[in-house]
Structures are given as structure tokens and as C-alpha cells.
């Protein structure tokens, strides 16, 4: 599959076979139902797009059945920005509903397979785009990151995910789940065409409130860099084995690259699992009592207002997104707010706190993006042991930190993916790593 680089050196008649080849493809793939729905008619490099960030007259749904038959009315800041770059949106991406979920399951189309096996998630919720990725019919994607939802997809399909600053890159037309979580970012094949995409959506917007007014410069990555990195022993005795082994590895080569690692410790990620839980889906209940019927997409037909929404809400919602709705409105009842919610934010301090210390020390901190590599359908046996599998990729998202995770080795056919985290808005100095970890263990 061609690089994104040298997508964009492609003359327009080429660029335009291209797309012919990566839709017919995409055909031939119609088991992993990678995309929702496809569009061939913009001009520009084609770019997968994840279900919920809007493109100015395509279907947007999240994938819920709530949203069908909404049609967004702008393009957001992260599509204008692709357009003006010399991209153009390509497809709609399958995702768990609302981004809720760690395998694309919960989606309203269905599951989504993974190329490296089809019998394995592909992870999630933007498990679309990364298998769209991974099986070359798409050359890049957008995802977006509220706990893990690009890097980990991008560990279980084997390839590059990265997730900026929060505030980094533009939430405008992003449809919000946690709106102090959530990030859109690059999903490629590799770390030269994540900088790519970076470089392309990345920078202040006036539309987003929670915009960073930080001076953004494009990253321009030197793999020739040496680096402190810090490794986590206590982080990651709670991975399998084959992880531990590709974590040790991954020490190996960059040492051997000429970097210095350093022990940090982090606390136990059960705090985060905690605080995470709680912060999302506490912001998902009131993101989500926006769809009731009257504003957007689906209504349900009733006779009278009250059987309405209740009637709309109750058919369109999944099972996963009316479980979060249900829990984050309790953890914000009067109530319970200061027994949980305040707890959550609390908890979320000292795990920021945590975060700026260790990297006093360090410049980027290793650490494994998954517990496992990816498992069969239906081998986690309940929500909770999903909410679980999240420990190593949350922690990056209440602190508001970059990461970017990237295939490093291989167990049994599968890939196996390890992130390296940053500090906020030096994505300069998360790229330089991770373009040094790549060539460091891709032989
Ligand atoms: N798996 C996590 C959740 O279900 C993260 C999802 C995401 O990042 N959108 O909330």
C-alpha cells in the first residue's frame, strides 16, 4: 500500500485510480465491514473518516441508530483543514456507538472484523478505521482518542495510532462523548505519515472553546535524537506475557539506538479505571440528552412529548450507551456527586500531578497500550472486564497528554503494539521517539 507521502506527489489522473482501486478493494473486504459507507467524489488524497466527525453532507451517525438519517450541515475543523491540505474524506468508518467501547461491537451496522484475523477484534471504538488501515483500503484514517479508542484499535490491527494533546486539534464537529477527553487524531501505516496528518488538523480554533492557544508549529521528526525514556516496571506486571516480553525488547532497541532509560513509577492504573469510568460517562449522559427526537436524526412517533423522547431515546440507544447514560446521570444526582463525581475529579489531579513529575525526570515514558494482543469476540465475558482491559491507554487521557502507539513486535500472527507518551503540546518530542522506536524494531 502506497505511503501517504507519496500519495500526495500523485498526479490527479493517478490520485483518481487510486481511489478506484482502494473502493473496489474495499468491496472485495465487505466481510470486515471496515466502512459504514464510502465516497469517492472528493478531490484530494482519500482519508477514512471515523462516524462521528461531520462532513459537510454526508450521513453522520456514530454509529447509532439514533443519528440515522441525520446528515451533517458543515464540515468540521479537522475536515476543512484536510481538504485545504490536499486531502479529501473518503469514507465513513465503522465505531462503537458514540465511541463507547473497546471493539467496535456496540456499532448499529455490526461488529467489525480484524484483518490479522478475522476471528479477533479489531479493537476499539474506532476499530473502522484502524481495520480499514491495517487491510490497505485506506491509506490513513481519522479517529478519535477518548480512552484508548485510536491507540488501541491501532495495537490490535498493527499499525500507527496517535492521539495529540488534548486541545491540540480542533473538537469542532466532533461529536462529543467526553468532551474533557476527547481528541481527534492521525491513524496510518506508519509514524512519517502520522506526522503527516498531525501536521494537517493540528493548531488553535476559535470554534472549539477548549481549543489550546498554544503556539503550534509542524512537527518536523529526528529519529536521530537521543532521548530519556522512562520504563514502568510496576505499570506493566499486569500484562501478558507476551506484551512483557515485547515491552523488554522494545527496552532493548532503544537503548541500543543510543537512548537512556530511566524506572519511573506510576500509580496503580485501578485509579485511573475509577476516575476514567466515571469522569466519561458522567460528560456521556449530558452529551447525550442532546438526542431526544426533536433536534437531530431519528424520531419516534408518539402521541404526546414526554412518550416521544422516552420512545426515541429507548429505540435508538444501545445497550452500552444507555448503561453509561444511566451510571454518569447517577454519579451526578445530588446525591452521590460528591461521593463519586467530585472523587473522580479529585483522583484526576493527582494522576495529572503524577504525570508532571515523572516527566521532570523523563522525556517520554514506554508503556504497553493493551493488556493483551487482540482476543476472540466474545472472550471478555462482561462490560466490566472491558472497562478493565483500558488501564494502559486512560491515564494519557485524563492527564490531556499525546501518545502515540505503534506495532513493535509480533505474538503468534498478531500484531503487538506499545505506546510512547509525551508531554503536553511536545509532540515534537513524542514523534522523534517514535520514528526512532520504528526503525529501531521494524527490521
Ligand atoms: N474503551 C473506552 C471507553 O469505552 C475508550 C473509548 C474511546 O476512547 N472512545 O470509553
Redesign the pocket.
Known sequence: MITLKKALELPKEELAELKKDLAAKAAEHKELNAYIALDESGEGVPIAIKDNIQVDGWEVTCASKILQGYYAPYDATVIKKLKSAGFAPFGRTN??EF????TTETSCYGKTLNPKDPSRVPG???GGSAAAVAAGIAIAALG???????R?PAAFCGIVGMKPTYGRVSRFGLAA??SS??QIGPMTKNVEDAVILYNAIAGYDPKDSTSAQVAFTPVEPNPERKLRIGVVPNFIKDASAAIQKAYDKAIEALKNAGHEIVEVTLMDAKYDIAS??IT?MAEASTNLSRYDGVRYGRRAQADNLKEMYRKTRSEGFGE?VKR?ILLGTFVLSSGYYDAYYIKAQRARHLIKDEYSKVFEEVDLILSPVAPNVAYKFGELASPME??L??AY??GV?LAGLPAISLPVDEYEGLPIGLQLIGKAFDEQTLFDGAMSLERATRS
Open positions: 465505531m462503537d465511541a463507547m467501547g473497546s476499539g471504538s474506532s478519535s482518542d477518548t480512552g484508548g479508542s485510536i488501541q462523548y467526553g477527553l476527547d476514567y469510568y466519561a452500552e453509561r472491558m472497562y482491559s483500558d491507554t486512560i487521557n
